[in-house]
């Protein structure tokens, strides 16, 4: 199934770059690209080990109410050079209007090069469901009770 993502560009963007795009039929997550304004585009972004910084989109969106959309890490990048998102997944609500960033981190040793263009991340469409939170006296009884983090061991 899909639903409409509208995507705005927003001032100083590169429309030429490629909205988020599905590599394969049935991918789960539409890569998405860096898009730096114009000042930015020949140097790009140089993350040293360590840091992490704002990749912008180049483009605002607006997600139908009831879906969110993840932004999560590429495998490739993360195996091949340490790249992760700082806070994956990346929430991006239904009722955001602004830039939309990707928070990228480098885990790795050695200094990553970010290009224009280039495919950072990858944006999952997914259903949400609010919870509605409520102070009560007793929680019903369950065989793991309060075991947890790591109670069952480790095979
Ligand atoms: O990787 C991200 C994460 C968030 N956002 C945008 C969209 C999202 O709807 C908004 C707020 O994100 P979040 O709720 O995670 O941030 P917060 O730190 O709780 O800020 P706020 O108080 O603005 O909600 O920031 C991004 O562009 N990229």
Request: proline letters at 8%; zero cysteines; hydrophobic letters at 40%.
């Amino acid at each position: 199934m899909s639903v409409e993502i509208k995507i705005q560009w927003l001032d100083g963007a590169d429309p030429e770059i490629k909205l988020p795009s599905y590599e394969t039929a049935h991918a789960a997550g539409g890569d998405v690209r860096a898009n730096f304004p114009p000042e930015m585009r020949a140097e790009g972004v140089t993350l040293e080990p360590g840091a992490r910084a704002l990749i912008p989109t180049g483009f605002a969106m607006e997600i139908p109410a009831g879906y969110e959309v993840q932004v999560r890490p590429r495998s490739g990048l993360a195996l091949k050079h340490g790249i992760s998102l700082a806070n994956t997944p990346g929430t991006i609500d239904a009722d955001y209007r602004g830039p939309v960033g990707i928070i990228l981190i480098n885990h790795g040793q050695e200094p990553f090069h970010v290009t224009h263009g280039e495919r950072i991340g990858q944006m999952v469409v997914a259903p949400v469901v609010q919870g509605a939170f409520s102070v009560v006296e007793d929680l019903t009884d369950t065989a793991r009770g309060a075991g947890g983090f790591g109670s069952t061991g480790r095979k």
